[in-house]
């Protein structure tokens, strides 16, 4: 069974070479701190992204080139602002959204999963996979935090990612397509959950209506 976003394409920026790129990428952030720890804000902004596109919220800027993306990225900034950990906490991000939404006047809700570092306080499995699901379901892509590989070689550590999809061929066999820094690849999922030394967590967001500013 297959859950994914309804419009991937919403994520898609056009570049100054007339290519398209999927969502933003931390690098274009001008100052070294920020392109080290500004994958949380560009990540946010990815969210952002694809709500204005898919219609659900309207921001007060036009998101369809990289510049776009890079000004959404610089104003995210001051809302989901890295400490000197990073955005390290499904909670950091989460509250930084929801000053950005307060900010805007936007009705928006969040909802976050946190998976801790010891085993024994971890939701199940099966609870990961529902929420990363009910995300996607309502046609919201789900802000990933890794905080240890474990054994996945594809996905960098301390690091926020966008996913896209959800495949889940059983209750185990559980892929997820992520878009990070303009890259596109599946993991899995299981692999990640049973072999994560410090865990991470998930965040998706919800909107109830069209708003306008």
């Not at 290519?19 to 952030?29: A, P, R």
């Not at 900010?103 to 928006?108: E, F, G, P, R």
């Not at 966008?162 to 990070?180: F, G, Q, S, Y």
Request: aromatic residues 10%; hydrophobic residues 35%.
């Amino acid at each position: 069974m297959k859950t994914t976003i309804q419009n991937p394409e919403h994520l898609f920026l056009s570049a100054d070479s007339q290519e398209t790129v999927c969502g933003c990428n931390q690098d274009w952030y001008p100052t070294l701190w920020q392109r080290r720890a500004g994958c949380g804000p560009t990540t946010a902004s990815n969210l952002l992204i694809y709500h204005q596109r898919a219609g659900q919220i309207a921001l007060p800027q036009e998101l369809h080139v990289t510049a776009d993306g890079l000004r959404l990225m610089e104003e995210v900034w001051h809302y989901v602002t890295p400490t000197a950990m990073g955005v390290h906490t499904p909670g950091i991000f989460e509250q930084g959204l929801r000053n950005f939404f307060s900010q805007k006047a936007l009705s928006v809700s969040t909802h976050s999963l946190r998976i801790p570092s010891r085993r024994h306080l971890r939701p199940s499995f099966a609870e990961t996979v529902g929420f990363v699901r009910t995300g996607l379901s309502q046609d919201s892509p789900v802000a990933f935090l890794n905080l240890a590989n474990g054994t996945v070689r594809k996905l960098d550590p301390w690091h926020w990612v966008t996913i896209t999809a959800l495949d889940e061929h059983n209750e185990k066999a559980v892929e997820i397509e992520i878009c990070d820094n303009l890259n596109c690849f599946t993991m899995d999922l299981h692999e990640w959950y049973e072999t994560t030394s410090r865990g991470g967590g998930f965040v998706y967001l919800t909107v109830p209506s069209v708003q306008q500013l």
